[in-house]
Nanobody, 127 residues
């Protein structure tokens, strides 16, 4: 049984940082794309960042609104993905989800391409 578990969310003032983790069991993330989505209240789930495994080139993609502020990474030995959130803004407030799948690069942002999802971790940024 595949399980993804996010952690690291919290409430911080604007400009602060958070480090999110996505711990996976039941599959080896090195063979998959690990991606982060987020969903704010009243809004649709949106793509944040995705990363291929090293064997597939380790390609990374970010949504424009987080480029230069968020960094996606992974530790295959720990079977864990990470999302570093810096210079947070109130509009970053959302539940953050990790997901794994094997989409092509142009489809990283399509939630339907992912097989497994975590339950999410809340990030709240106060102004």
């Amino acid at each position: 049984q595949v399980q993804l578990r996010e952690s690291g969310g919290g409430t911080v003032p604007a400009g602060d940082s958070l480090s999110l983790s996505c711990t996976c069991s039941g599959l080896t993330i090195s063979n998959y794309v690990v991606t982060w989505f987020r969903q704010a209240p009243g809004k649709e789930r949106e793509f944040v960042a995705g990363q291929r495994g090293a064997g597939a080139g380790g390609t990374i993609r970010y949504t424009n609104s987080v480029k230069g502020r968020f960094t996606i990474s992974r530790d295959n030995a720990k079977n864990t993905g990470y999302l570093q959130l810096n210079n947070l803004k109130p509009e970053d407030t959302a539940v953050y989800y990790c997901a794994v799948g094997r989409p092509i690069f142009s489809a990283f942002d399509q939630s339907s391409m992912y097989y497994h999802w975590g339950l999410g971790t809340q990030v709240t940024v106060s102004s």
